[in-house]
DNA sequence: GCTTGACATAGTGTTAACTACAGATGTTAG
DNA sequence: CTAACATCTGTAGTTAACACTATGTCAAGC
């Protein structure tokens, strides 16, 4: 598989596929004789991990610290189960701050909904 | 209220306060005839709202936009309503990619768990 | 009244995560 | 074979959201 198809297979520009192999988000891909890389299945699992995390916004370089415990052998798991517990909390409060955020806008929509029907803006609790 | 007990009140540094300021995120803060920043509840339920937003990761020129508006009196509150619509789309789909990503999280480190107790890795579904 | 420390503005620096070339090399259709 | 196109490496540029620095002013304690 070419960048061109796992660019459009994963959504992410060839430059970004290369940027993150090169700061070792992923592992280095296959090449061909001539230097074309050639994906294979497992590389683009790895893709598509990379891609998964960032799009929730854990660090580029957690992947890179993720990747290189991988590739030390097995010793590394507790390493690395630690690294992903962290990572969980972290997501644990996004997604926390994501909930109550949403809320807000929640309330200032409808409120804004029953300004539009009855000519009346009230905010019934701190808001601005 | 100075911006010394601004800062220690929302945990925001006195630098991101005045920026927030300065971009036209929060409405300029009152001052005292020397020109020190005295905030008012009001500033204060500002600054609250702009942290709210950005710790949810809604970008500084969407609460700047949303300032613009409602600087504008009443007429806005439609094209508010229709702003605050595309941000909770947004916030909807990075809790999805948050809770996603969660779950990957989660299935590894089960395993990792479950390698560290009984010596096998087993990866029963797609996973590096 | 003088030092000291907080606050002011203005401008520059930093960091993360891409993104956009440039110039060279490889590939393919006719 | 050659034109046209894809991919390569390496480097430089961009953007968002602050953080830092320099320099000047003001207010409070002694």
Do not use: H
């Amino acid at each position: 598989m070419n960048i061109a198809v796992v660019s459009k297979k994963f959504d992410l520009s060839q430059d970004t596929l290369r940027y993150y192999e090169r700061v070792g988000m992923i592992p280095p891909v296959n090449r061909t004789p001539s230097g074309i890389r050639d994906y294979t299945e497992e590389n683009c699992k790895w893709v598509e991990l990379a891609k998964c995390m960032r799009s929730a916004g854990l660090p580029v370089e957690v992947m890179i610290e993720y990747l290189k415990l991988t590739q030390q052998g097995e010793e590394t798991i507790p390493a690395r189960r630690e690294l992903l517990l962290e990572q969980r909390e972290q997501l644990l409060a996004q997604k926390a701050a994501v909930e109550s955020t949403l809320d807000r806008l929640n309330f200032k929509i409808e409120r804004y909904e029953i300004a539009m029907e009855t000519g009346v803006l009230s905010w019934d609790r701190e808001e601005v």
